[in-house]
């Protein structure tokens, strides 16, 4: 299966997932994001993620290290919000998939762009 | 040795190109103020050409005159051609065949001058824009909204040079906006 996987080795298959091509960048997991509907998964990182972010262990190049630090960041952001949930599968020894997972979202307040325009409106009369 | 006409022939040389110019505004009816364009293009034609001049047959005036005889009948020519290439009518003017319509009623938004210039013609489409917009921004925390409103009259430039806080930071925050707007589902901002 061409740019996604599919695991079988466990006791459920997670089928259909959506994948990047892998390393994904802080944009793209955003981006990701802000198309998914509930229930869309993204594998975000295939590795050990507590040590291939680690800056000690050298196993990454370092601004492909840097990269990876954000992304792991911002899904972690991401379900600290409520957006996703964070999971991760063991495809080997010390090799995982890192998964995110698109939640509902939350209700937001409305009338916030009437907010921004007419503090625009107020900055541009004040001048 | 090329012909190098002396200060008072040259404003000899002027006042003529000013008096054919005023003959091209009164020959094509165009505005006054085209008279010192038409005088250099007039000028520009007489000194690309005088080194064909030769003093022996002739004077200075007769050449530059019959020069630009030449040039303002080209000039006269391709104003004329290009104003018979456009039609010029009002919007306001009525349509013929309907005389309760007139001719603005019968544009599209998306053939109007909005559309050419490339503003969004789609009202429907303005609309739903506005919704996800309201949408998105209501999921940025409260202390971005003041930046988002200064972004709408100021560059990120203007901003960061009335600022007090460096640059960096300003970048920083404005990065972070993008990507929190990508989240929200608005990717032109990223």
Known sequence: MKGGWVFTNMDTAILDLRTHELPISETMLCAWFGTAVPGDRLAYHRGFLAIDVSPLTFKLPEPERRMLQRVADRALQLAEAGLIHVVQRRIAEDEFAYIAIARSRPPTWSGALETVLKAANREGQSK | ?190
């Open chain 2, 1 to 190: 040795m090329p012909f190098s006409p002396s200060r008072a022939e040259l404003n000899a040389l002027q006042r003529l190109a000013d008096l054919m110019a005023l003959r091209i505004i009164r020959a094509c009816r165009i505005p006054s103020h085209e008279r010192e364009d038409l005088r250099q293009d007039l000028l520009a034609d007489l000194f690309a050409r005088l080194r064909g001049f030769d003093p022996e047959r002739g004077n200075l005036s007769t050449f530059a005159f019959t020069c630009f005889g030449h040039r303002a009948s080209q000039l006269i020519g391709r104003i004329l051609r290009g104003r018979a290439s456009m039609m010029p009518v009002s919007l306001d003017d009525p349509m013929p065949g309907a005389p309760n319509l007139t001719i603005g009623d019968g544009l599209s938004e998306a053939d109007g001058y909005g559309a050419l210039l490339g503003q969004p013609v789609d009202a429907l489409a303005a609309v739903d824009r506005r919704l996800d917009l309201d949408r998105a921004l209501g999921t940025l925390p409260q202390e971005a909204l003041p930046l988002c409103a200064e972004l709408i009259e100021q560059s990120p430039h203007e901003l960061a040079k009335a600022s007090p806080t460096s640059r960096a930071t300003l970048y920083r925050r404005l990065h972070e906006l993008r990507l929190r707007l990508l989240i929200a589902g608005i990717p032109a901002s990223a």
